[in-house]
């Protein structure tokens, strides 16, 4: 018989690990959000991107969460007017990264909630065992 506890522990525990690369994938984005190319017209940093895929763990009978992988967002650089800029091109543009720090932001915040959910629920299947366990001595 499959151990619900245990099952829900390891649910949890997959959603703790995804949500902390989530958190670190947003928080390179935001530190690069001013990071401009190294030369004139070179491109500058790239938002990352992170996916996620369900992987049914048969030992366990339940569906856990896993990073599918990280890529790169494909949308276009912002282009600021800054001829003093090491990065300018020839007309005094330069590209900016594709990083919205107030899209990042909420990013940040949403998965800091679901990383805080998962520990809840972490502690609250410790402490249905602790109770089995204190019930069964009383026994």
Not at 10 to 16: E, H, N, P, T, V
Not at 49 to 75: C, E, P
Not at 119 to 136: G, N, W
């Amino acid at each position: 018989m499959i151990d619900p506890l245990k099952s829900a522990s390891a649910i949890a525990g997959s959603g703790l690990e995804v949500q902390s690369m989530r958190m670190r994938i947003v928080a390179e984005n935001i530190a690069n959000a001013r990071s401009v190319g190294a030369s004139a017209g070179a491109d500058p940093y790239t938002r990352k991107t992170i996916y996620f895929q369900q992987v049914m763990d048969r030992t366990l009978g339940s569906n856990l969460v896993k990073v599918k992988n990280t890529g790169l967002d494909n949308a276009a650089f912002q282009i600021e007017h800054d001829p003093g800029n090491p990065a300018a091109d020839a007309s005094g543009n330069v590209k900016m990264p594709n990083v919205n720090v107030a899209v990042e932001m909420a990013d940040m915040r949403e998965a800091g909630r679901s990383y805080s959910a998962n520990l809840q629920m972490i502690k609250q299947a410790r402490s249905m065992v602790a109770m089995t366990i204190d019930l069964l001595r009383s026994s």
